[in-house]
T-cell receptor
Framework: AQSVTQPDIHITVSEGASLELRCNYS??????LFWYVQSPGQGLQLLLK??????LVQGIKGFEAEFKRSQSSFNLRKPSVHWSDAAEYFC???????????FGAGTRLTVKP | DGGITQSPKYLFRKEGQNVTLSCEQN?????MYWYRQDPGQGLRLIYY???????QKGDIAEGYSVSREKKESFPLTVTSAQKNPTAFYLC?????????????FGDGTRLSIL
């Protein structure tokens, strides 16, 4: 079965600085990969997804992620963080069926003024 | 706007009581899911349904029950058998049942014990 690891529980960055959130997955085949964002007390919102093709995918809110098969990684990046980006971010990997989706434990992002 | 509506936003349960969490979607999605979220953990799948009148247990189904009588509705009952029900519950739906179908989430219900 597939699994996801987000090595960083909590990250703090200054507003305007660049951001990279790490995600490592384990899956035997080409994975379906997702990044979601969750604001406090709310549900998850899809930022971007990767299925195949170009390994650099663009998402909403200025986020992008790069799939690196050799490193089993799917890191999320943003060139310049805004205070409104403070939230929890979840990486997920989908299996053959959608009920096999596995979520990482999340990375909480704090943005300093 | 299409979306998923969960109600209530906050719910309190007494000992020995069953409570039901509502989930309604107007996205015309076939598949629906219930997840449990605990602090510092990812989402864990409780139940899922790929079609009306059919549902399957997820990883942590014990102490929970569901029904899927209508395509747009997938209520979750937390029974008295669930000894640690305090958590944030998220309902989701997807257009397809394959692994490539992104899931769309409601805003959750926070359940606490009185």
């Amino acid at each position: 079965a597939q699994s996801v690891t987000q090595p960083d529980i909590h990250i703090t960055v200054s507003e305007g600085a660049s951001l990279e959130l790490r995600c490592n997955y384990s899956y035997g085949a080409t994975p379906y990969l997702f990044w979601y964002v969750q604001s406090p007390g709310q549900g998850l919102q899809l930022l971007l997804k990767y299925f195949s093709g170009d390994t650099l995918v663009q998402g909403i809110k200025g986020f992008e992620a790069e799939f690196k098969r050799s490193q089993s990684s799917f890191n999320l990046r943003k060139p310049s963080v805004h205070w409104s980006d403070a939230a929890e971010y979840f990486c997920a990997v989908g299996g053959y069926n959608n009920n096999d989706m596995r979520f990482g434990a999340g990375t909480r992002l704090t943005v300093k003024p | 706007d299409g979306g998923i509506t969960q109600s209530p936003k906050y719910l309190f349960r007494k000992e020995g009581q069953n409570v039901t969490l509502s989930c309604e979607q107007n996205l015309n999605h076939d598949a629906m899911y219930w997840y449990r979220q605990d602090p510092g953990q990812g989402l864990r799948l409780i139940y899922y349904s790929q079609i009306v009148n059919d549902f399957q247990k997820g990883d942590i189904a014990e102490g929970y029950s569901v029904s899927r009588e209508k395509k747009e509705s997938f209520p979750l009952t937390v029974t008295s058998a669930q000894k640690n029900p305090t958590a944030f519950y998220l309902c989701a739906s997807s257009a397809g049942t394959g692994g490539s179908s992104a899931q769309h989430f409601g805003d959750g219900t926070r359940l606490s014990i009185l």
